[in-house]
């Protein structure tokens, strides 16, 4: 069982960066693949970033690459979006999810939210212009 917590959304202006945290709780959490995903006003969840269980491997929504950063330190427990020169249409619920690292790891797959087995409860970020 893995319990995820994510925190550091807020209010920003555009332009500015932001530093989400996701905080695990399980034994065996080093041992998943974890996503990002995002829900903006009155839309459909969508992929942000995914890390493979080792922290080797990183896969990016189109629209985020060059500006976001997904990393994890297993030590803590914790896997981290590096948000920078952020947009008003960035705005949205943020939440983390993990799943279980099986097969090989592929951009296909792990943007898929039905691979993830654990979700947080979302943490807000509110871009303004």
């Known amino acids: 069982q893995v319990q995820l917590v994510e925190s550091g959304g807020g209010l920003v202006q555009a332009g500015d960066s932001l530093r989400l945290s996701c905080a695990a709780s399980?034994?065996?959490?080093?041992?998943?693949?974890v996503g990002w995903f995002r829900r903006p006003p009155g839309k459909e969840r969508e992929f942000v970033a995914t890390?493979?269980?080792?922290?080797?491997?990183?896969y990016y929504e189109d629209s985020v690459l060059g500006r976001f950063i997904i990393s994890r330190d297993s030590a803590k427990s914790t896997v981290y979006l590096e948000m920078s020169s952020l947009k008003p249409e960035d705005t949205a619920v943020y939440y983390c999810?993990?799943?279980?690292?099986?097969?090989?790891?592929?951009?296909?797959?792990?943007?898929?939210?039905?691979?993830?087995?654990?979700w947080g409860q979302g943490t807000q970020v509110t871009v303004s212009a």
């Open positions: 890390i493979n269980w080792s922290g080797g491997v990183t």
């Open positions: 999810a993990a799943g279980a690292s099986t097969g090989t790891f592929t951009s296909d797959r792990y943007q898929r939210s039905e691979v993830y087995n654990y």
């Open positions: 399980g034994r065996t959490f080093y041992t998943y693949a």
